[in-house]
């Protein structure tokens, strides 16, 4: 169960997410609306049983999903709740899922939050970002290993790296709701905002089950935590001289059958620009297109409500090299790059964008 935060009123809830979970074991994700947050938030506690009836059903689209339900749940002004014994039916709140899985997931691009387990065997030291609603934050690179030696990286944010950097080894992490992530060919697990839950240590029956597999395979329990140095972010030259993300022609992108990922060198000459086809009003939540209408936005994708939405640049170009010419679109930050102005300083000049404008 968490909040989602009001645009307008940081502290108070604009939808109170739950993740509901049947006697099966199947999960779906319900929302109450802001007006039945304050009747509902009482009554409903994690990790209780409860009858509930009554829903709004809808299919789910665009964004992060929750669980891998194809539908959603919302609370009307008909549902009721009523609290069940705690013995009405046996309920884990973890569904654990292998590593192996986990990365079968991103190659299928079939992505929801997921929970998993593993011993922490080594990690980074931690960071300083910026998150990109401007706050400062904090980020943890850690490296679990489960029972079979399957290894996996998992990404903590904020609060969550002051309580791992507590923590003397040995250390075993459970991840709860956590979002499955591709980074340069790399599968990791990171926290995902609002919903994730951490815990260290735990003695749950799972955790104490996983330390004596350890055991009966021959793992000493005190493995220490190495340190790794961290990977930074890689340069072109060394995305290309890898292999990873290597240099194509425009002919040759132009006759791929498959998707792939690679660096082009060609010259833009032309820009589709005008005074209002080079940008867009952005969600500072999901950063998708909105529409607002003076100045207030819904967002279809996330569903939150905000004001004066961020003016992100969409650019699309002609570029063109030895072998042929290819159509790109060009986002916010490779805009602001070629450009030399973010997109709210240039409409703000009241100027278009235009391909010997950036001569």
């Known amino acids: ?7 307008w009123v940081s502290t108070d809830a604009y939808t109170l997410e739950l993740v509901l979970q049947d006697k099966e074991g199947d999960r779906i994700q319900c929302s109450i609306p802001h007006e039945s947050v304050s009747n509902f938030e009482s009554l409903i506690q994690e990790n209780s049983i409860y009858s509930m009836c009554n829903f709004i059903v809808k299919v789910v689209r665009g964004g992060l999903r929750v669980t891998s339900h194809k539908y959603k749940l919302g609370f009307y002004v008909k549902t009721s709740v009523r609290r069940l014994p705690s013995n009405e039916f046996p309920f884990s709140p973890f569904h654990f899922t292998p590593f192996p899985v986990i990365e079968a997931m991103c190659s299928l691009n079939n992505i929801f ?32 290993e489960d029972g079979e030696k399957n290894k996996m990286k998992c990404t903590l944010f904020g609060d969550f790296v002051d309580q791992a950097l507590r923590y003397l080894e040995p250390l075993v992490i459970v ?48 493995q220490p935590i190495s340190h ?20 194509r022609t425009v002919e040759e992108v132009l006759n791929m059958t498959e998707p792939c990922s690679c660096w082009i060198l060609a010259s833009i000459v032309s820009i589709e620009g005008g005074r209002d086809g080079w940008f867009y009003a952005s969600c500072k939540g999901c950063f998708k297109k909105v529409i607002p209408k003076n100045d207030v936005y819904h967002c279809g994708e996330c569903g939150q409500h905000g004001t004066k939405p961020p003016i992100k640049y969409r650019l699309k170009v002609i570029v063109n090299d030895f072998t042929g010419c290819l159509n790109l679109l060009l986002w916010n930050s490779e805009g602001s790059m070629i450009v030399g102005k973010s997109a709210a300083e240039v409409r703000a000049a009241g100027v278009s964008v235009e391909a010997n404008n950036l001569e």
């Not at 939050?113 to 690179?141: A, F, H």
């Not at 905002?193 to 029956?205: D, E, I, K, T, W």
């Open 1 to 7: 169960m968490y909040q989602m935060p009001c645009q």
């Open 175 to 222: 991840t709860q709701l956590f979002k499955p992530h591709v980074f340069l060919s790399d599968v990791n697990v990171q926290a995902s905002l609002y919903a994730s839950h951490v815990l260290f240590n735990p003695s749950l029956p799972a955790v104490v089950e996983f330390r004596d597999r350890l055991l009966t395979l021959g793992e000493e329990f005190t």
């Open 113 to 144: 939050l997921i929970d998993c387990m593993g011993q922490v065997v080594g990690r980074e030291d931690p960071e300083d970002i910026i998150t990109k609603t401007g706050q400062s934050s904090k980020r943890l690179q850690l490296y679990l």
């Open 228 to 247: 790794v140095k961290s990977q930074g972010q890689r340069s072109v030259t060394d995305e290309i001289s890898s292999g990873e993300f290597p240099l």
